[in-house]
């Protein structure tokens, strides 16, 4: 036998002892098979040691889970790896696989899906994590020991590899070093390939004993890998995070809502969204609202979109919190006012179904219901009253919403109150907008004599039916845009007034913040958020003890904040444009350091503590000074990392030294400022033109005298070929610096219009 065989034998030679311990054949036998291999060809030696090696990768593989995500959004995200670590059910894999706060689940080599009970440990700087599941008796795999390896040895992987689920490499370790040269964290580079899907796969020897956790692709077949030895660590460290505080996208927020007989609610951007089957009978769940019961008379309302028609959802009203309840809601695109007064379907009572022409299948439908003495129950479509009856069954209990079989729901602006305006829209505005745009044809059914009429026209009339349709479509264009710019025009003068007070302390921040967010997401009901923000600061609140001081009220405000709700900074989705509008970030409990100080900031200001912003350059932190015994005490809160800081360390996080300026409370209108600023950087970077020049728009509203956004805005509508207001930018900018070297490029652009004949 050559030196080069005996080498390999006695590597394999360690994975036959492996192999033979799970299959418990005696030392007698392991030493059999060494006394006979000296005989044997290097073929029947290649043969046999990569029969082992198959052996061994069969082993390993029942340990490793696939690991599935999701997005910012909710949506499909991506996918990695895991393993498991304890036979109790504690899997291991990247922390950047299982996200920040995100939902996810994983799935073992026999198709078995879990969903996490506990998230027991999380190591950012090493990029770990270690979750629990509810299983027993898994098969485990054994943790080797990173400071014995060395560059050469051989090792193989098993991960998911661009979602080719339980993928084997095999390579060699090719170096331990620092990745960055002085950041004191040696990483395990390996010669194995590595693509999305192979974070969080265990590297294991030839012992198979985990020696790294792969972690980073660097470049063709090598990467890096976590030293298992730092798992080891966290493995020793447990504090364990139940599930349901640890998904914070997209839970529902049970301040609001109470979700009974089973289902998935979520509840994001201003939207509730209900899928799969409720425990109830045909699917049935309900999802009641934690608003205390306005008595009879009043009313409810809410708009509801079905993916599915065949399904079922809408209102409910009455509810005893179990099984009993009135719902009003559209199915098969009719609409059905029930009683359910059981559990069974024997026990439910339907009351009417109608059609309605009013009805749009797929689309947004308002449901609209109004109680009143004496059992009389009024329904409403779209304003349009379809169901009128009188039923004593149930006479009080909470409201909310329901949904049946396996369509999903979608539900925005619920809202209960003693009563709602017939009509946002009244007749005058109504007549004055047809008025107005009474040149576009409107279409109306044919008469048989007309049609008749079209028929004895000949060939021509099909295509002439087009071209006027395209016409039609034209218009109706246009008229969509206008309701667009028209919408988006009002929205810029609501918040420029909101922030145009000379006392800065009349200045609302979190209702500025949130009509941001109204410019692109015009769906959510603001006050909902206000009220969201008076709960939170009074549940917090009570957490106080009777004496406390401004100091003690501080800290409470941010162990509760960011330890016991959640909130916390988006490390992984950044730049995602949710994190820049306030009510996503109140629903997912994420975001960019602003919005997180913006409301870290108005709870504190409900709680009547000194905090104001800090402007840090690159970086935003909030600030609680209190002058009120004749000496200033400061304290720093950072909200992205969800503590209190020294000027130190916000130096260190800024990367920069500094000075007593920097530490200067920034205005409310600079917030907000620095806030669009943000979502301007985004838009350009995605680059989406019209959302740029939006929230451009609404700086100037803030400010008109702010000339590099008055220039910037000017560019962007020159280079939209928009040039007559590219024109009244630059002629503005110029008449407020007249003889300024700076105008040189607009007086260009100028001349350049003109000689186009711009006027």
Known sequence: MNLLHFS????????????????????????????????????????????????????????????????RIGREGGRGTGFVVSSNGIIATNFHVIGEHREFKIRFAD???????????????????????????????????????????????????????????????????????????PLVQVAIPIEPGSSGSPTLDL??????????????????????????????????VPIKKWFTIGALDNTEWSSIMAGSWKQRAGTIIASGLGSGFGGRMLCLSAQDTIAVPYELEVEVRLDDESGAAGLVFHADGQNKHYGFYPTNKSLRLTCFEGQSVYSWNILNTVTSQMYRPGQWNRLRVKLKEKGKIMCF?????????????????????????????????????????TSLISPQTRRKIKNITKNITEFEPLSEQDLEQLVTMGSSVPQALKDQALILEKKSSNLNQLAQKIKDILLVEDLTQSLAHEDENSVDLLRSALLISRLQNQNFDLNTYLDKAERLAKNIASHFPEKATGEEKLKILVHQLFVEMGYHGSTLDYSHPSNSYINEVMDDKEGLPITLSVLFIELANRLELPVSGLGLPGHFIAMYRDESKNKSREILVDPFGGKIVSRKEASQITGLRLSEKDFQPSSKKDIITRMLRNLIQS?????????????????????????????????????????????????????????????????????????????
Do not use: W
């Open 381 to 421: 479509l779209n304003d349009e009253l379809v169901i009128e009856i009188t039923d004593s069954s149930l006479q009080n209990g909470k409201v909310g919403l329901c949904k049946f079989r396996a369509t999903t729901a979608e539900f925005r602006n619920f809202k209960q109150a003693k009563s709602f305006p």
């Open 8 to 71: 390999i034998h006695l590597h394999f030679l360690t994975g036959t002892l492996f192999l033979l311990f799970f299959n418990s054949v005696s030392l007698a036998e392991v030493e059999k098979t060494e006394s006979n291999s000296s005989s044997l060809t290097d073929l029947q030696l290649a043969k046999r040691d990569a029969e082992d090696f198959e052996k061994l990768a069969a082993l390993i593989k029942p340990s490793i889970v696939v690991v599935e995500g999701v997005d």
């Open 683 to 759: 838009a350009s970077t995605n680059g989406d033109a019209s959302t740029r020049l939006l929230y451009t728009n609404a700086i100037l509203g803030i400010d008109p005298k702010d000339s590099y956004t008055r220039a910037i805005r000017a560019m962007l509508h020159y280079g939209e070929g928009r040039y007559l207001e590219a024109m009244k930018d630059i002629d503005q900018l110029i008449s407020e610096n007249p003889g300024s070297p700076e105008m040189a490029p607009l007086v260009e652009i100028k001349n350049r219009l003109l000689k186009k004949q711009i006027k």
């Open 207 to 240: 012992d198979g004993r985990v020696v790294s956790i792969l972690a980073i692709k660097s470049g063709g077949a090598m990467g890096f890998g976590v030293p298992v030895n730092k798992l080891k660590s966290l493995l020793n460290e447990q504090i364990p």
């Open 111 to 185: 198709g078995t899906t879990y969903t996490p009970t506990a998230i027991l440990g999380i190591d950012r700087e090493n990029d770990l994590a270690i979750f629990k599941i509810d299983a027993e008796n898994l098969p485990v795999l054994q943790l080797g020991d990173s400071d014995k390896i060395s560059p050469g040895q051989s090792v193989f992987a098993i991960g998911n590899p661009l979602g080719y689920s339980h993928s084997i490499s095999r390579g060699v370790i090719a170096a331990v070093r620092e990745l960055e040269q002085g950041d004191g964290r």
